[in-house]
């Protein structure tokens, strides 16, 4: 069962406009959230992270808001740029158990940003 | 080079084959991993070796065998694989096991089994 789920496999986006990837949990020991991008043909970046005694944090154009009641992180981009084209992995991490720090990857989000 | 880096970029193999993947890191960090990407399913932990101890096998099936042998180097050896494990093999390191580090990603190795 996954413990991580992006539920859209891809997104469009216009350049310029807001660009939001959703992210949903089902462990409630997640305590640490990240996002990753990744390009074809490159191993993912590390892109911006989240506390879960946060609930955002923003980095330039990239923000994330964590949900802990819903169990729902989104990354929003603004402005999208053509350069954001990428797939983008939802990870989470559980700091108590026997996988201590091992992270748990959705599937990803194709975002498409059109010029 | 900077980073962590991962060769051969793709690798196409018999089942009957022996063949080792590569992974190096130039970042001075202590703990190293193996994923696997397979094809609409999420990344998937293999293995994870903390100063140079193998700390993590993630019920991943014995044809996989990790070597480890400084905090700069990882390999993963390959031997009688199935088709099904064909996939992108990702390498990454990060500075130790502190759950808050990031994890660095090298390129992957795209592996097919035929």
């Known amino acids: 069962d996954q413990q991580v789920k992006q539920n859209s496999p891809s997104l469009s986006v216009q350049e310029g406009r807001i660009s939001i990837l959703n992210c949903d949990y089902t462990n409630s020991m997640f305590d640490y959230f990240l996002w990753y991008k990744k390009y074809p043909a490159e191993g993912p970046t590390f892109l911006i992270s989240?506390?879960?005694?946060?609930d955002k944090n923003e980095d330039g154009r990239f923000t994330v808001f964590l949900n802990k009641s819903a169990k729902h992180l989104s990354l929003h981009i603004v402005p999208s740029q053509p350069g954001d084209s990428a797939v983008y992995f939802c990870?989470?991490?559980?700091?108590?158990?026997?996988?201590?720090?091992?992270?748990?990857f959705g599937k990803g989000t194709k975002l498409s940003v059109k010029p | 080079e900077t980073g962590v880096t991962q060769t051969p970029r793709h690798l196409v193999m018999g089942m009957t084959n022996k063949k080792s993947l590569k992974c190096e890191q130039h970042l001075g960090h202590n703990a190293m991993y193996w994923y696997k990407q397979s094809a609409k399913k999420p990344l998937e932990l293999m293995f994870v070796y903390n100063f140079k101890e193998q700390t993590e096998n993630n019920s991943v099936p014995s044809r996989f065998s990790p070597e480890c042998p400084n905090s700069s180097h990882l390999f993963l050896h390959l031997h009688t694989l199935q088709p099904e494990d064909s996939a992108l093999y990702l390498c990454?390191?990060?500075?130790?096991?502190?759950?808050?580090?990031?994890?660095?990603f090298g390129p992957g190795t795209r592996l097919l089994v035929l």
């Open positions: 989240i506390s879960s005694i946060k």
């Open positions: 990454a390191s990060s500075p130790g096991r502190d759950y808050q580090e990031t994890q660095y």
């Open positions: 990870a989470a991490r559980n700091h108590y158990g026997g996988s201590q720090g091992n992270l748990i």
